[in-house]
Structures are given as structure tokens and as C-alpha cells.
């Protein structure tokens, strides 16, 4: 499982271990994994021209002790700092020893440019002198973030203003989780992680991998039937959208469920598509309910609250949710909300969602009393402190009937005895797999996804 801490969890695993060491050990260890990535970047370091941006701290003495790396290797290095009177004062002494030399304006050309503005403490954006140097970026060069894209903030993944578009992020002792989750995510680039030697403990974000997946996903035994594997109930789709009832139960069938039992005004559609399928009401281990609902059913959206089995709402289902009787609940509940419907239910508007999906995702988890996968560009799963981020995925997920898969699986997972936080992050990551493997770089219909989540489910199985 890939970890991140946070900020404040990484300040203390590097105080703890800086006691231990010589002064300054630690930056080394930290330009040195930097430079080394760097020079990996160039076609040959000797005569690339490299250009620092320095910022006031830590940040820019790693680029700085990075810088008189490079120079030493044969690199024309240029450090450009934030503020001339602030630079790290061994780091600066490094690089112009080693041949490097310091400018006031950013060079028109380079190879390679190391933003070393910011550190993982940076809040609020960059400032306008920040600000300005990041504009002068030339282009075409290759831009690498140190610990962290400039602007970015580490603990949550927003941008309240300016920032680095990063090629390739260079993160040190621990990822952190603004470099898994969006808008964040999406500035980082290829997030290499060098070790410096950090133990922090207590994560603040993890996303799973196919061993963790693997390891999840329920499996039946010799002696299990359909009914002990769990039957998942669905109640989905509408005369104006039986479709949505067809996909859920498509995704549903291929979620490890011995059985799924479809309930609702789509059933001659669903059982023309799938057999298989059982009509009517009847004992189930988990419901799904809302994709496709259409309006004036919210009676029997809390019908299903109301019994003692997990429940899975998602899209219609989401309308007029009644906090108080989501929190009364003992069986566990996933929301499955879209950036739009969680703005609904927070009323605020989408972008404020989109710009701060943690908070978004916790603060509904909290008022509900619920889990809450958070789907879109970062899909979020969380009931509330600790957060799971979906690694997987394609930017093809994004078509009409794809949510309606991912809640017909995760409901199944939640039939087969998985936690809501399981069922979520599990069935994201599968449906992310199954999108990739559909998609193959083209455009993708959602059934295509629910007919790859075989193939996807065996992937997870692969060393």
C-alpha cells in the first residue's frame, strides 16, 4: 500500500531523525536522490543548462545542493533566487564552488528547470515574486519539482492560486497527500520517492495496490453457495432510464455476489440482458440504490435505510438525503456522489467541491454519518480522519453509465462482507483497471467496463 503523511507527521519524523545525524546529512541525502533523478532526465548532464528557482528555505537549499551537483558533473547551472538576501547560505557557497552561478532574471533557455520556490510548509499559493519567475519558465524545458510542485498544498492537494505544472515531482522520506489527490496530483507529474531515511508513523492518505486489492477481494470456498457468498440487491432505473438499471446490475453480477436481486420498473430490460438475475423484493446482504431513480421515489430510497443491511446510494438516491436517519444507522452506508451531487448536498457550488475534494469528502462523511467515495478526477474514499485515493483509472471513465458499474460492483463487494471503506476503494480501483483495460486509449462505452472487470479482477491477482 502506498502511504502519505502529512506535513506535520513528516516535520517530526525529520526532527527525530536529524538528531541523530551531522548537521546538514539529511539535505545531502535529499540533493543527492534530486540530482541523480535530474541527470536521469538529460540526455547528458555535461553542458545542459539547468536553471534553479530558490526559494527562501529548505526547499531551495535541496535545489541549490542539487544545482552544485550537477554543476560539478559538468551542467551550466543559473540559480535565480525568490530573494537574493534569503538564500541557504551553505547551499548557495556549494553551487558557486562548484562552478554555478546566481542571476536575477530567468534565463530564455534550459534544459531543465528545478522549482525549489516552495516546500511542503508552502500555504495559499505563490506570492507575486514567486509568481513571476514561474511565468518565465522557458519553454520546452523539462521542469521538476522539488519535494513538491510550488503553490500545491501538501496536505490536501488545492491551489488557491498560481503554481508549478510539474513534469516530474522528486518527493523526499514519505509522499505526501496533496501529491495524491487533485488538483494537486494533476501538477505533480511522475512523483519519484527518494529515501532519506524518515519512519513517520499514522497516515494521513494511502491508496491501495493490486496486493492489497487482492488481498480484500472475497473469494468463495468449497463450501460456499450463491447465498453465502452474498446476494446484493438493487433498486435502480426508471421507465425514462432503464439503462441505468442494466448497468448497475452488470456491474453488480461481476462483483463477487453469489446472487443479485433487482427490484424496480426495469426488470423486463434487465432480464434480457441478464438472466441471471432474480426479480422482486427478498433477502439480500446489501442494497444499491439511485442510479436512474428519477424523482418522487425518495420513499423508497429510505425504506432501504431503514433495514439493518449495508446500503449503497448513489445519484438519484442522493436527493434529499435525511442526515438524522443516515446517522441513526448501525449497517454501514456509502455515498457515492459525483463532484455535482456532494455540492448539492453541501450546497456550495461544484467548483468549491472540485477545488477542495478532501474537505468535500469529509465533511459530507461527517454530516452523514457515512462513508463517502468521492468520485472524478481523484476519486476519494474516506469516513472521515483517513483517506483512501484511487490510483486507477483513465480520463475515458468519464461517460454516461460508468458510475451506474462502479455502484452495482461496490454494492456486490458489500454483499461479499466488505467494509464500506473496502467495498469503495476496492471497487474503484477495479473499475479504474477495467476503464484502462475497455478504454485502450479510445473512447468507451460503460458495459464495455462492466464486461473488463473480469480481466481486471485477475489482473489485481498478478504479481
Not at 5 to 24: I, W, Y
Not at 148 to 163: C, F, R, W, Y
Not at 238 to 250: D, I, T
Request: aromatic share 4%.
Amino acid at each position: 500500500m502506498r502511504t502519505a503523511f502529512s506535513v506535520e507527521t513528516v516535520r517530526a519524523a525529520e526532527r527525530e531523525l536529524m538528531a541523530k545525524l551531522p548537521e546538514g546529512a539529511l539535505m545531502q541525502r535529499a540533493a543527492a536522490g534530486l540530482a541523480a533523478v535530474c541527470a536521469g532526465l538529460l540526455p547528458r548532464t555535461y553542458g545542459a543548462r539547468v536553471v534553479l528557482l530558490v526559494g527562501t528555505g529548505d526547499n531551495g537549499g535541496d535545489a541549490l545542493w542539487a544545482g552544485a551537483r550537477l554543476a560539478r558533473r559538468g551542467a551550466r547551472v543559473t540559480a535565480v533566487p525568490m530573494d537574493p538576501r534569503r538564500m541557504h547560505p551553505a547551499g548557495l557557497a556549494a553551487l558557486l564552488a562548484a562552478g554555478g552561478r546566481v542571476e536575477q532574471t530567468v534565463p530564455d533557455r534550459a534544459d531543465l528547470v528545478l522549482d525549489g520556490l516552495l516546500g511542503i510548509g508552502g500555504r495559499g499559493g505563490l506570492r507575486p515574486g514567486a509568481a513571476a519567475l514561474v511565468k518565465r519558465i522557458p519553454e520546452g524545458a523539462r521542469v521538476v519539482a522539488v519535494d513538491l510542485p510550488s503553490g500545491v498544498d501538501a496536505d490536501t492537494g488545492e491551489v488557491a492560486g498560481p503554481a508549478v505544472t510539474a513534469e516530474v515531482t522528486v518527493t523526499f522520506g514519505a509522499y505526501k497527500p496533496g501529491l495524491l489527490i487533485d488538483p494537486g496530483a494533476s501538477r505533480a507529474g511522475v512523483v519519484h520517492l527518494v529515501d532519506i531515511g524518515l519512519q513517520p508513523s499514522g497516515p494521513a492518505a494511502e491508496a491501495l495496490q493490486h496486493a492489497d486489492v487482492a488481498r480484500l477481494l472475497p473469494a468463495p470456498t468449497a463450501a460456499s453457495d450463491k447465498y453465502r457468498r452474498g446476494v446484493v440487491g438493487i433498486v435502480a432505473g426508471s421507465r425514462q432510464y432503464p439503462g441505468a438499471a442494466v448497468l448497475c446490475v452488470a456491474g453488480a453480477l461481476r462483483g463477487g455476489a453469489g446472487a443479485v436481486r433487482y427490484a424496480g420498473p426495469a426488470a423486463d430490460a434487465v432480464l434480457a440482458r441478464f438472466p441471471e438475475t432474480l426479480i422482486g423484493r427478498g433477502r439480500v446482504q446489501a442494497w444499491v440504490v439511485g442510479p436512474g431513480l428519477g424523482e418522487g421515489r425518495a420513499g423508497e430510497v429510505a425504506d432501504l435505510l431503514e433495514q439493518d443491511v449495508p446500503v449503497l446510494v448513489d445519484a438519484d438516491g442522493l436527493r434529499g438525503l435525511d442526515g438524522a436517519l443516515l446517522k441513526a444507522r448501525t449497517a454501514p452506508t456509502l455515498l457515492t456522489p459525483h463532484a455535482g451531487e456532494a455540492a448539492a448536498l453541501l450546497g456550495v457550488p461544484r467548483d468549491e467541491v472540485e477545488a477542495g475534494r478532501l474537505a468535500a469528502a469529509r465533511e459530507l462523511a461527517g454530516r452523514y454519518g457515512a462513508t463517502v467515495l468521492l468520485k472524478g478526477s481523484t476519486t476519494l474514499v474516506t469516513s472521515g480522519a483517513a483517506v483512501r485515493v484511487n490510483p486507477t483509472g483513465t480520463p475515458w471513465l468519464a461517460t454516461a453509465g460508468s458510475g451506474d458499474v462502479l455502484s452495482g460492483l461496490a454494492g456486490s463487494l458489500l454483499a461479499g462482507g466488505l467494509s464500506g471503506t473496502d467495498a469503495g476503494s476496492v471497487g474503484a480501483y477495479l473499475h479504474g483497471l477495467a476503464g484502462r483495460r475497455a478504454a485502450d486509449g479510445a473512447p468507451v462505452l460503460a458495459q464495455e467496463i462492466a464486461e473488463a472487470l473480469p480481466a481486471a479482477w485477475r489482473d489485481a491477482h498478478r504479481p
